[in-house]
């Protein structure tokens, strides 16, 4: 079965930092992209960064909210993503996903169930 | 990036049909056929039911479509059922290598 999931959610002191990690299993895991996206109490999606697969250099790109603050890496050996975020303030309060890029489609087709981060004091 | 704008809500009833825009523009919608959507239900992770503008994934109804004309995308469902109220969101790559996800559409069946 093909499978993804986060951990390493929590509550977190404003300006702290946290690592999240995204665990795979079912698929060869160095051939896919990984994504981050959240989800902030009552609000929309929102896509975090990605990873490229190392067959197209395993390379980051970030959204703008969270560039210079968070960055991710993957561990092939571990088939882990980690999404590390730094400079922490409430509003990255948010529910966080990894998905897999589905091969050349653009788009996200396996997903994990998500883990919740809260920033507060 | 600023994100591609939607209806915040839509509704019909049951056996009707609606339609979710997903206006952009020329940088991210409007650059290809690269737009997805995704059914967003509370406490559920998202589940992708369109890609590259129009194709379904395996298990996804025919009741489901897509299209695109210029910075628009569109979201048609047909025949809608109970199970299909949710939260609609689309998806676009953009020109400058990132992704960027529409503002979302609650869909309501009566």
């Known amino acids: 079965e093909v499978r993804l999931v986060e951990s390493g959610g929590g509550l977190v002191l404003p300006g702290r930092s946290l690592r999240l990690s995204c665990t795979v299993s079912g698929f060869t895991f160095d051939t896919f992209a990984l994504h981050w996206v959240r989800q902030a109490p009552g609000k929309g999606l929102e896509w975090v960064g990605f990873l490229r697969n190392q067959n197209s250099g395993g390379t980051p790109e970030y959204a703008a909210p969270v560039k210079g603050r968070f960055a991710i890496s993957r561990d092939d050996s571990k088939t882990a993503a980690f999404l590390h975020m730094n400079g922490l303030t409430s509003e990255d309060t948010a529910v966080y996903y990894c998905?897999?890029?589905?091969?050349?489609?653009?788009?996200?087709?396996?997903w994990g169930p998500g883990t919740r981060v809260v920033v507060s004091s | 990036h600023s994100a591609p704008t939607q209806p915040a809500s839509v509704s019909a009833s049951p056996g009707q049909s609606i339609t979710i825009s997903c206006t952009g523009t020329g940088s991210d919608v409007g650059s290809g056929n690269l737009v997805s959507w995704y059914l967003k239900l509370p406490d559920k992770a998202p589940k992708v039911i369109i890609y590259?503008?129009?194709k379904r994934p395996s298990g996804v109804p025919y009741r489901f479509s897509g299209s695109r004309s210029g910075t628009t995308a569109s979201l048609t469902i047909s025949g809608l059922r109970a199970e299909d109220e949710g939260d609609y969101y689309c998806?676009?790559?953009?020109?400058?290598?990132?992704?960027?996800f529409g503002d979302g559409t609650k869909l309501t069946v009566l």
């Open positions: 998806c676009s790559y953009t020109s400058r290598g990132t992704w960027v």
């Open positions: 998905a897999r890029e589905s091969g050349g489609a653009y788009a996200f087709d396996i």
């Open positions: 590259e503008v129009k």
